[in-house]
């Protein structure tokens, strides 16, 4: 990513709920480029947001994916 294209992504996750960074960073995980893992992360943690949190989402948004598919 280019220095700009990093200066946006930080300027989008600033502005983003908590909820949508937890969706990216655990249901849409998969299709994201590691640098914007580490910019979504770094914003939880400065928000509080703990790796256990991170991982309950990220259950819970599994489990409600599984049972939507049936």
Aim: proline share 3%.
């Amino acid at each position: 990513m280019t220095p700009i294209e990093i200066e946006r992504l930080q300027k989008n996750v600033r502005e983003s709920t908590t909820q949508d960074l937890l969706d990216r960073v655990t249901v849409y995980r998969d299709g994201m480029e590691p640098v914007a893992l580490r910019v979504i992360e770094g914003e939880l943690r400065g928000r509080g947001v703990s790796w256990d949190d991170i991982e309950k989402h990220g259950s819970g948004a599994r489990e409600v994916t599984l049972m939507d598919n049936q």
